[in-house]
């Protein structure tokens, strides 16, 4: 398995509710990372799991909250969003090649959530 | 805090012309990556810049990477309507406590018309 999935592909919610978006990598790799795109704007990096530890997290909105239960797996729980959340969100992952360090090697992005709060 | 400027944001191609996108980034970094994001879509990979003087090709896109004047090109030599989308340049900040963050450029939106 070379990719990685994200799912749902698209997710509709109400403030009040809670949900969860997945992504999911089968390559081995120990770094993941949630970015948050809003339409005609670039990838903005919101959190990053190096070896299934929460390593950067780019002062996100408590609202927003990742876990990473395994190596393969990548969660972020959603809670009480506001319309202005509204995006498509971006997992990516990296390999830690022998003789590199985390950071140093290419991520790999899944298809993306899109994501709409009413 | 890195820095990453796209110019043009704006581009508008007729079919068989060429143009470059220029890629300016603020620190010291050996590392740049090129996507290219349809509507609606996640990001492609384009390109692995990792060295001063890279230059990679594929098809009727260049890319090269100027570590010295921080400095990456993106060439479009040919346009076909095919490749009307939106490219972005991102920088990896590969430093011990970054984890390989990618800053990316604003964005490109290229529309090539016959």
């Known amino acids: 398995d070379t990719e990685v999935t994200q799912t749902p592909k698209h997710l509709v919610m109400g403030m009040t509710n809670k949900k969860s978006l997945k992504c999911e990598q089968h390559?081995?790799?120990?770094?993941m990372y949630w970015y948050k795109q809003k339409a005609k704007k670039p990838p903005e990096l919101m959190f990053v799991?190096?070896?299934?530890?929460?390593?950067i997290n780019e002062s996100v909105p408590s609202r927003f909250s990742p876990e990473c239960p395994n190596s393969s797996l990548l969660n972020l729980h959603l809670h009480a969003l506001q319309p202005e959340d509204s995006a498509l969100y971006l997992c990516a992952s990296s390999p830690v090649r022998p003789g590199t360090s985390i950071g140093d090697n290419e991520q790999f992005f899944g298809p993306g959530t899109r994501l709409t709060v009413l | 805090e890195l820095k990453v400027e796209q110019n043009p944001l704006f581009l508008s191609m007729q079919e068989g012309k060429n143009y470059t996108i220029y890629c300016n980034y603020s620190?010291?970094?050996?590392?740049l990556y090129w996507y290219r994001q349809d509507p609606g879509k996640s990001l492609e990979s384009l390109f692995v810049?990792?060295?001063?003087?890279a230059v990679k090709q594929e098809g009727r896109l260049m890319a090269s990477l100027d570590t010295k004047a921080r400095l990456s090109t993106l060439h479009i030599t040919a346009a076909v309507h095919d490749l009307s989308a939106t490219y972005f340049c991102?920088?990896?900040?590969?430093?011990?406590?970054?984890?390989?963050?990618?800053?990316f450029g604003q964005g490109t939106i290229l529309t090539v018309h016959p």
């Open positions: 810049l990792l060295s001063n003087g």
């Open positions: 991102a920088v990896q900040d590969a430093g011990g406590t970054s984890y390989g963050k990618l800053t």
């Open positions: 620190t010291t970094s050996d590392r």
């Open positions: 799991y190096s070896y299934e530890k929460l390593s």
């Open positions: 390559m081995g790799h120990r770094a």
